[in-house]
């Protein structure tokens, strides 16, 4: 049972313009939330967090936000540059039956084309 | 920036052997993870310690085993290697309080034929 859905496995956007990543869940108990940008072959390069008592964070480019009642966050980037063109991971936590590891959803390939 | 090793990056071979994954952290973590990848998949966790002579399982069966004799290593060991087993490993460390970021490794390629 998956609690942490991605619905779109791949974007394509134009250089300069804005990349909107979408996340939805379904665990209330999840407290923080986490993006990330991986490439093939290497490991999860740590974007962006928001814990749940906030509705928005700013780092740079990047804005994560979140709107609890509808279970659902979203990362934007602003502008998007080739150079971000990854598979981006949307995660929570909250759970500490399993040490507060994160759980995924499937993750959005993002494509910024010249 | 996160320094957290992982070796080797790429491993093929043979079912029946029994490899160990290396994992390694520098920052003092407490909390150190093992989640598995397949293409176009979440990653699940299989393995987690919250420190020293502390290891549970995590969501995803995994026929691996861990162990955590000390704080910066958390190595995992297939006994006997088959090739469901072929998969991208991924480690990972956070510090040890509830709201807080886990840095990843690079990450094990693991082929089994």
């Known amino acids: 049972d998956q609690q942490v859905k991605q619905n779109s496995p791949s974007l394509s956007v134009q250089e300069g313009r804005i990349s909107i990543l979408n996340c939805d869940y379904t665990?209330?108990?999840?407290?923080?939330f986490l993006w990330y940008k991986k490439y093939p072959a290497e490991g999860p390069t740590f974007l962006i967090s928001?814990?749940?008592?906030?509705d928005k964070n700013e780092d740079g480019r990047f804005t994560v936000f979140l709107n609890k009642s509808a279970k659902h966050l979203s990362l934007h980037i602003v502008p998007s540059q080739p150079g971000d063109s990854a598979v981006y991971f949307c995660?929570?936590?909250?759970?500490?039956?399993?040490?507060?590891?994160?759980?995924f959803g499937k993750g959005t390939s993002l494509l910024v084309t010249p | 920036e996160a320094d957290i090793y992982q070796t080797p990056r790429y491993l093929v071979i043979g079912t029946g052997k029994k490899i160990t994954l290396e994992c390694s952290q520098t920052?003092?973590?407490?909390?150190m993870y093992w989640y598995q990848q397949d293409p176009g998949m979440e990653l699940h966790l299989i393995h987690y310690?919250?420190?020293?002579?502390?290891?549970e399982k995590g969501d995803l069966s995994s026929e691996s085993t861990v162990s955590r004799i000390r704080t910066e290593h958390f190595p995992l060991t297939l006994e006997s290697a088959r090739p469901s087993h072929t998969s991208q490993y991924l480690c990972?460390?956070?510090?040890?309080?509830?709201?807080?970021?886990?840095?990843f490794g690079p990450g094990t390629r693991l082929t089994v034929l």
């Open positions: 920052m003092g973590h407490d909390k």
């Open positions: 990972a460390s956070s510090e040890s309080s509830g709201t807080d970021t886990q840095y």
């Open positions: 928001i814990s749940s008592i906030k």
């Open positions: 665990n209330s108990m999840f407290d923080y």
């Open positions: 310690s919250y420190g020293v002579n502390s290891t």
């Open positions: 995660a929570a936590s909250g759970n500490s039956n399993s040490g507060y590891a994160l759980n």
